[in-house]
C-alpha cells in the first residue's frame, strides 16, 4: 500500500493502543494506529489470505468456462449438441447458482467462512471431473446444474470475508487481486486445454480430459485451503497482540458509527438489516448496473473462442489466440483496482471503461478484417473485466454493518447474473461468422451501464454533501445511533 493510501486512512488525532477492549469503544475515539503497524497488518493479510482467493477465483472461472473450451475440441460434436442446445446448457448452470447467492451470504459467518469456502470448492471439482464422464445431452445439463448449485455464493462470500478485514479503501485492490483470475483463467485455459485435448484413448477422446484434469486439480487445492483461511479478524492465528488489537481498532474506525458492535463476530443477524440492505439506492442500481456489466463479461469468456475461430483461424490457433486478449485484461484489471483505491474512486473508472469495450465491439461490428475485429478482443477484455470488481467494490463500500453488506452483495449478484439468460443466447450458430447481434446486444449493454453509472455517481455526491452540510443528523436524535448502518450521518459513500 502507498505512503498516499496510508495517509488518507489515518485517523486524524491518535493515541496508543493498549488492549483489545480498548478497540471496542466508540468509533471516533481517537487510537494510534502507527503507520508501519498499519502496513505490516495489510502486508500480513495480503500473504496469507489473498493467494488463496485468488486460486479459488481460478480456478472457479476454468470450470464455469472449460464447455467454451471443450466445445471447440469436440464435445458437442459428441454428444450431438445442435441448434441451441449448447445455449441451452450454459443456462442452465446459472438456474441454480443464482437462487443460491443471498442464502449463502447470510450462512457463511455461521459454517465458518474459512471452511466454508474451500468446501465450495471440493465440491464444484468433484462435479466438474464428472463432467468429463458425460456421455449424452441430459447428463450434461445435469453435471450443469450441480456445478451452477456448487459454485452459487463463492463470488458474494469472498466479497463479504474481504470485507471483514480489510478496509473500505484497501478493499477495491484486494477484490482485483482475487478477480484478475477470471481474464488470466482465460489465458490459462485455453493453453491447458491445447495440450489436454491431443489426449486420445478407447471411450475418452480430447475433450473429457479437459474436466478429469482441471477438475483434479479443484478438489486437491480445495483440500489445502481448507488449512489456510481464517474464519473473521478475531480468529487471525499469524498476528502479534498488537496486531490484532490494531486490526480490529482500524476495522472500527473505518466503519465511522455504521457498525453497532466493535467486530463482525458481535453481530446478530435481524431481519431489520436485510430489509435496510434492500431499500438502499445503491444496492438497486448497482445490481442492474451489474448486470449491464455481466453480459458481455459472460458471453466474452464463454464464446471467445467460437468468436476467433469464426475469424478464420483453425482450432489450435483459435484457442492459443485467446490467450492474449485475456493476458492484457489481467493486468488491466490490477492497474485498474490499484488506481480505484489510491483515488477512492469507483465510478468514473467504469464510465472509462465501458467506453473503451463499446470501442472494441465496434471494431468488431464494422471491420471486415480479422486482424481489426481481433483488435476489438483486447479492448473488449480491457474494458469490461475492470468494471466487474469496481461495481462489487462501489456497493461493498457503501454498505454496512456485515448483515447488510452480505444481503446486498448477495442481492447484487443475483440479479446480476440473471444476465446469463441473455449472454448464453448472444452468439448463436447462425449468426456466425460475423455475430453482428451478440455484439450489438452487448452494446446496448454496456449503454445502459453507463447511464445507471452516472446515476449512481450523482446520488452519492448529493447524499455525501447533504451528510457534510448536517441534514442527516437529525437521525441521531429521532432513532437509535446502533440501528443507523450507512445511514449514520458520518458514513461517507464512495463515489
Not at 497482540?241 to 465511522?256: G, K, N, T, Y
Not at 440492505?277 to 448486470?291: E, G, M, P, Q
Request: charged share 15%.
Amino acid at each position: 500500500m502507498s505512503s498516499a493510501e496510508e495517509k488518507k486512512d489515518e485517523s486524524p488525532s491518535r493515541v496508543h493502543i493498549a488492549d483489545v477492549e480498548k478497540v471496542s469503544t466508540a468509533w471516533n475515539e481517537p487510537i494510534d494506529i502507527p503507520p508501519e503497524l498499519d502496513k505490516r497488518i495489510t502486508r500480513k493479510l495480503d500473504i496469507r489470505i489473498m493467494p488463496w482467493l485468488f486460486g479459488l477465483w481460478l480456478l472457479a472461472f476454468i470450470d464455469r468456462s472449460n464447455i467454451g473450451n471443450a466445445r471447440i475440441d469436440g464435445l458437442a460434436e459428441d454428444l450431438k449438441l445442435d441448434s441451441n442446445k449448447f445455449n441451452i446448457a450454459l443456462t442452465v448452470f446459472y438456474v441454480p447458482y443464482i437462487c443460491y447467492d443471498v442464502p449463502s451470504n447470510l450462512v457463511i459467518k455461521y459454517f465458518r467462512a474459512g471452511y466454508y469456502l474451500p468446501t465450495l470448492l471440493i465440491l464444484w471439482g468433484i462435479v466438474s471431473l464428472c463432467i468429463g464422464f458425460v456421455k449424452s445431452y441430459e447428463g450434461l445439463l445435469a453435471a450443469r446444474f450441480f456445478l451452477g448449485l456448487t459454485e452459487g455464493g463463492l463470488l458474494g462470500g469472498m466479497l463479504v470475508y474481504l470485507a471483514m478485514f480489510y478496509r473500505r479503501h484497501q478493499l477495491l485492490y484486494r477484490i482485483t487481486l482475487f478477480y484478475c483470475a477470471a481474464p488470466l483463467s482465460g489465458a490459462f485455459g485455453g493453453l491447458l486445454a491445447t495440450g489436454l485435448a491431443e489426449i486420445h484413448t478407447d471411450g475418452y477422446n480430447g475433450w473429457p480430459f479437459i474436466f478429469f484434469v482441471e477438475g483434479a486439480i479443484t478438489i486437491v487445492f480445495g483440500i489445502v485451503v481448507l488449512f489456510m483461511l481464517p474464519h473473521t479478524p478475531s480468529d487471525v492465528k499469524f498476528f502479534t497482540p498488537e496486531e490484532h488489537s490494531a486490526l480490529l481498532a482500524r476495522m472500527r474506525l473505518d466503519a465511522h458509527g455504521s457498525n453497532p458492535t466493535s467486530s463482525v463476530d458481535q453481530e446478530k443477524f435481524s431481519w431489520y438489516w436485510v430489509h435496510r440492505a434492500l431499500l438502499n439506492v445503491n444496492t438497486i442500481v448497482l445490481s442492474l448496473n451489474f448486470f449491464a456489466i455481466i453480459t458481455p463479461i459472460y458471453s466474452f469468456s464463454l464464446f471467445l473462442p467460437t468468436i476467433i475461430k469464426s475469424l478464420g483461424y483453425a482450432k489450435v490457433t483459435a484457442q492459443l489466440f485467446t490467450v492474449p486478449p485475456n493476458m492484457s485484461a489481467f493486468f488491466t484489471v490490477l492497474f485498474i483496482g490499484w488506481l480505484s483505491d489510491r483515488w477512492q474512486m469507483r465510478g468514473p473508472l467504469m464510465l472509462v471503461g465501458c467506453v473503451v469495450a463499446i470501442v472494441g465491439y465496434i471494431m468488431l461490428i464494422a471491420s471486415t478484417r480479422s486482424s481489426v475485429q481481433y483488435g476489438g478482443t483486447f479492448l473488449v477484455a480491457a474494458g469490461i473485466f475492470p468494471c466487474s470488481p469496481l461495481v462489487m467494490g462501489w456497493l461493498t463500500n457503501n454498505l454496512a454493518p456485515h448483515y447488510v453488506r452480505a444481503t446486498g452483495t448477495g442481492f447484487q449478484i443475483m440479479i446480476a447474473n440473471m444476465a446469463a439468460f441473455i449472454a448464453t443466447f448472444t452468439y448463436l450458430q447462425e449468426d456466425a461468422p460475423r455475430y453482428i447481434t451478440g455484439h450489438a446486444i452487448n452494446i446496448g449493454m454496456l449503454g445502459l451501464a453507463l447511464v445507471l453509472t452516472t446515476i449512481n455517481i450523482f446520488y452519492c455526491q448529493w447524499e455525501n454533501k447533504k451528510r457534510a452540510s448536517g441534514e442527516r443528523d437529525y437521525r441521531l436524535r429521532e432513532e437509535d445511533e446502533e440501528r443507523l448502518g450507512y445511514r449514520h450521518p458520518h458514513f461517507k459513500y464512495t463515489v
